[in-house]
RNA sequence: CGGAGCGUGGCGCAGUUUGGUAGCGCACCUGUUUUGGGAACAGGGGGUCGAAGGUUCAAAUCCUUUCGCUCCGACCA
């Protein structure tokens, strides 16, 4: 291609608009632009990207056996109904009705769809198992979108369902996906980490997401230094160690006045935080919910809301402190609540008494002991960890990091197939439903993953295999020769089967090589009045920096042993 | 949805406090000289100052309403 002729308009000076630099630089170097909030056109150097992605993707998703199809984004409510995710995903979808006042929406996922394809079709054991996929534009109107493509109202996704007889079935088709996850980032010059994750409103069992390590990151992981152990904050767990703390025995009702904070606590009693219950209250689905973590703990909400099942889990506010829990904000306790479910950390069981809000303003109890001044309703893991902790599976440390997710995949198990009546026939003639599993990745999420994970200060480092172009030759100058040379060499790449750039701009040799860098092609060859009188090329690897004089002569030869080199 | 900030040529910004008829840098067009890391000089084009309403002799500037964008939080596969 000639830069003389493409449409990449490259920018200067930073956008205002933009805040991480995956997405300044994707502003910057002509890859996208801004329609709205949370939506992008993608200009020609931004689409190859995206092509060259989903080239790879396709290219492994065929190979384990799953078939590319595509479904649409305009969905009827019906079915949305039917598996009870109309009112579940909520404002998240786009919504609205067509001129006979049907109701549709923009999907955000394809779960539906498919089973509702599905179901109708699959009669036998023998039609399975099955996976199919697609590369589709998503909508959903986040609350907030944020940071350039990274969390945008419409973006890119191949998601991919599979559709087996039972659990086994499932495994393996899970295993499989798993599998070409691995190798789909490791193709596209990605570093991930596949982590433990919470399976969220999609519900189901196990699931996986794969994480590009990335400061920007909006996700939180822990792992272990020691071990394989990896998972999202939101699932993480830590050992609970076995330890007894604060022995006072009588319960005593202090008078605390301005102390409402755990901090402010410590301060009073002069006593650390993991002396203190802490007593977390929220409205679940209407229900009043009491949670209790250790003071010096936080409370994970996620591992709160799996376990009490429920659609709507919300902090309660001060008014519903005052009328459904009977308390006072900052003082809230577990003693003496009437009508409120009690949940404790198990952290809790280990603590012989502890400090506590007396459900009066001003008031805390001092040595409140579990089952004898007050009564939980069940002890499970509801804190979130913290780095340091112990490793659930060797004790090791964990540490934590933040990171993009880019993949997810979920054992959905037979959540839509029994609510929307997709079932087989077995050997045995009996009615089964089918046994799914759902496979996402983040197209153009990937893309900004990908810049997060390889920029320098002057742009972008594109890795070989997911670069627009591989090459881009610098013609410097007007002299003919320079021109004709420049020329001859990038029909010579190109007849090579090489994917070839050049800048036959009538701009400066400043302005061009700034542009290189921008927009991050793998490999740079200067064809100029200098090197020409040399007898060379000039040769000089975008990523590392490397730089090499490649004789006239065999520029097609080093230029393709070259690449071979580059990642 | 709560909090904060911002909307002025394509981009980045000043001007708003204290109303007086719009400016700078980059980009763009023409010409000359340049030409290996974002050229210099000269000339030139382009903006109903987000929108609507109001106050005023006069509004980018003051008032009201509204729309959009960004950040923090809530929220969110």
Same mark, same amino acid.
């Given at each position: 291609?000639?830069?003389?002729?493409?449409?990449? *308009?490259?920018?200067?000076?930073?956008?205002?608009?933009? #805040?991480? &630099?995956?997405?300044?630089?994707?502003?910057?170097?002509?890859?996208?632009?801004?329609?709205?909030?949370?939506?992008?056109?993608?200009?020609?150097?931004?689409?190859?990207?995206?092509?060259?992605?989903?080239? &790879?993707?396709?290219?492994?998703?065929?190979?384990?056996?799953?078939?590319?199809?595509?479904?649409?984004?305009?969905?009827?409510?019906?079915?949305?109904?039917?598996?009870?995710?109309?009112?579940?995903?909520?404002?998240?979808? &786009?919504?609205?009705?067509?001129?006979?006042?049907? #109701?549709?929406?923009?999907?955000?996922?394809?779960?539906? +769809?498919?089973?509702?394809?599905?179901?109708?079709?699959?009669?036998?054991?023998?039609?399975?198992?099955?996976?199919?996929?697609?590369?589709?534009?998503?909508?959903?109107?986040?609350?907030?979108?944020?940071?350039?493509?990274?969390?945008?109202?419409?973006?890119?996704?191949?998601?991919?369902?599979?559709?087996?007889?039972?659990?086994?079935?499932?495994?393996?088709?899970? @295993?499989?996906?798993?599998?070409?996850?691995?190798?789909?980032?490791?193709? /596209?010059?990605?570093?991930?980490?596949?982590?433990?994750?919470?399976?969220?409103?999609?519900?189901?069992?196990?699931?996986?997401?794969?994480? $590009?390590?990335?400061?920007?990151?909006?996700?939180?992981?822990?792992? /272990?230094?020691? /071990?394989?152990?990896?998972?999202?904050?939101?699932?993480?767990?830590?050992? +609970?160690?076995?330890?007894? $703390?604060?022995? #006072?025995?009588?319960?005593?009702?202090?008078?605390?006045?301005?102390?409402?904070?755990?901090?402010?606590?410590?301060?009073?009693?002069?006593?650390?935080?993991?002396?203190?219950?802490?007593?977390?209250?929220? @409205?679940?689905?209407?229900?009043?919910?009491?949670?209790?973590?250790?003071?010096?703990?936080?409370?994970?909400?996620?591992?709160?809301?799996?376990?009490?099942?429920?659609?709507?889990?919300?902090?309660?506010? !001060?008014?519903?402190?005052?009328?459904?829990?009977?308390?006072?904000?900052?003082?809230?306790? *577990?003693?003496?609540?009437?009508?409120?479910?009690?949940?404790?950390?198990?952290?809790?069981?280990?603590?012989?008494?502890?400090?506590?809000?007396?459900? !009066?303003?001003?008031?805390?109890?001092?040595?409140?002991?579990?089952?004898?001044?007050?009564?939980? !309703?069940?002890?499970?893991?509801?804190?979130?960890?913290?780095?340091?902790?112990?490793? *659930?599976?060797?004790?090791?440390?964990?540490? &934590?990091?933040?990171?993009? !997710?880019?993949?997810?995949?979920?054992?959905?198990?037979?959540?839509?197939?029994?609510?929307?009546?997709?079932?087989?026939?077995?050997?045995?003639?009996?009615?089964? *439903?089918?046994?799914?599993?759902?496979?996402?990745?983040?197209?153009?999420?990937?893309?900004?993953?990908?810049?997060?994970?390889?920029?320098?200060?002057?742009?972008?480092?594109?890795?070989?295999?997911?670069?627009?172009?591989?090459?881009?030759?610098?013609?410097?100058?007007?002299?003919?020769?320079?021109?004709?040379?420049?020329?001859?060499?990038?029909?010579?790449?190109?007849?090579?089967?090489?994917?070839?750039?050049?800048?036959?701009?009538?701009?400066?040799?400043?302005?061009?090589?700034?542009?290189?860098?921008?927009?991050?092609?793998?490999?740079?060859?200067?064809?100029?009045?200098?090197?020409?009188?040399?007898?060379? +090329?000039?040769?000089?690897?975008?990523?590392?920096?490397?730089?090499?004089?490649?004789?006239?002569?065999?520029?097609?030869?080093?230029?393709?042993?070259?690449?071979?080199?580059?990642?």
């Amino acid at each position: 291609m000639r830069m003389s002729k493409l449409y990449l *308009p490259t920018l200067k000076e930073e956008p205002a608009e933009a #805040e991480i &630099i995956s997405h300044k630089l994707m502003l910057r170097a002509g890859l996208m632009r801004n329609h709205a909030s949370g939506i992008y056109s993608y200009l020609p150097l931004g689409y190859k990207v995206i092509q060259k992605i989903e080239k &790879i993707i396709r290219r492994h998703m065929d190979d384990s056996d799953a078939q590319e199809v595509l479904l649409p984004i305009l969905q009827s409510s019906e079915i949305w109904k039917e598996s009870k995710r109309w009112d579940r995903f909520g404002p998240l979808m &786009i919504k609205f009705k067509d001129r006979k006042n049907r #109701e549709f929406c923009l999907g955000p996922t394809h779960e539906e +769809v498919v089973t509702d394809l599905l179901r109708d079709e699959i009669r036998s054991y023998k039609d399975l198992p099955l996976n199919l996929y697609q590369i589709q534009t998503k909508v959903r109107d986040e609350i907030r979108p944020r940071f350039g493509v990274m969390r945008g109202r419409e973006f890119t996704m191949k998601d991919a369902y599979s559709l087996d007889r039972d659990d086994e079935g499932l495994d393996e088709s899970y @295993q499989a996906m798993y599998n070409a996850y691995t190798n789909i980032f490791v193709d /596209c010059g990605l570093e991930t980490r596949a982590v433990e994750a919470d399976t969220g409103a999609m519900g189901g069992k196990d699931s996986h997401e794969f994480m $590009v390590l990335a400061e920007s990151g909006e996700d939180k992981i822990a792992f /272990c230094t020691n /071990c394989e152990y990896a998972a999202n904050i939101e699932k993480a767990e830590s050992l +609970v160690e076995k330890r007894t $703390v604060n022995k #006072e025995d009588k319960l005593e009702k202090i008078h605390t006045p301005g102390a409402a904070t755990i901090k402010e606590l410590e301060k009073f009693f002069d006593l650390p935080g993991e002396d203190m219950i802490k007593s977390v209250a929220y @409205q679940a689905d209407g229900e009043a919910v009491l949670a209790l973590v250790r003071g010096d703990d936080e409370l994970n909400e996620i591992k709160l809301a799996n376990y009490l099942d429920v659609d709507n889990l919300e902090p309660a506010s !001060e008014e519903d402190i005052i009328t459904h829990f009977k308390s006072s904000p900052g003082f809230i306790g *577990p003693i003496g609540s009437k009508g409120v479910r009690i949940i404790a950390d198990q952290r809790i069981e280990n603590m012989e008494s502890g400090i506590t809000g007396a459900n !009066e303003k001003n008031y805390h109890y001092r040595g409140a002991k579990v089952g004898r001044d007050f009564e939980v !309703e069940t002890y499970l893991d509801l804190r979130l960890v913290r780095e340091g902790d112990s490793c *659930p599976s060797c004790s090791g440390k964990l540490e &934590i990091k933040s990171g993009i !997710e880019v993949g997810h995949i979920f054992k959905l198990g037979t959540k839509y197939s029994e609510s929307m009546g997709a079932s087989y026939l077995d050997e045995n003639g009996r009615d089964k *439903p089918v046994v799914m599993g759902s496979y996402g990745i983040g197209v153009t999420r990937l893309v900004a993953a990908a810049i997060e994970q390889n920029h320098d200060d002057y742009g972008i480092c594109w890795p070989l295999a997911i670069a627009p172009y591989q090459i881009i030759i610098l013609q410097l100058g007007n002299d003919d020769a320079v021109i004709d040379k420049a020329n001859e060499i990038y029909q010579q790449l190109e007849s090579a089967g090489l994917e070839v750039l050049v800048d036959d701009r009538k701009e400066r040799a400043g302005v061009k090589f700034n542009d290189a860098d921008l927009i991050g092609i793998p490999l740079r060859l200067t064809v100029g009045s200098r090197s020409l009188e040399a007898g060379v +090329v000039e040769a000089k690897v975008r990523a590392t920096g490397q730089e090499l004089n490649f004789e006239l002569s065999s520029v097609v030869k080093e230029t393709t042993e070259l690449l071979a080199k580059i990642k």
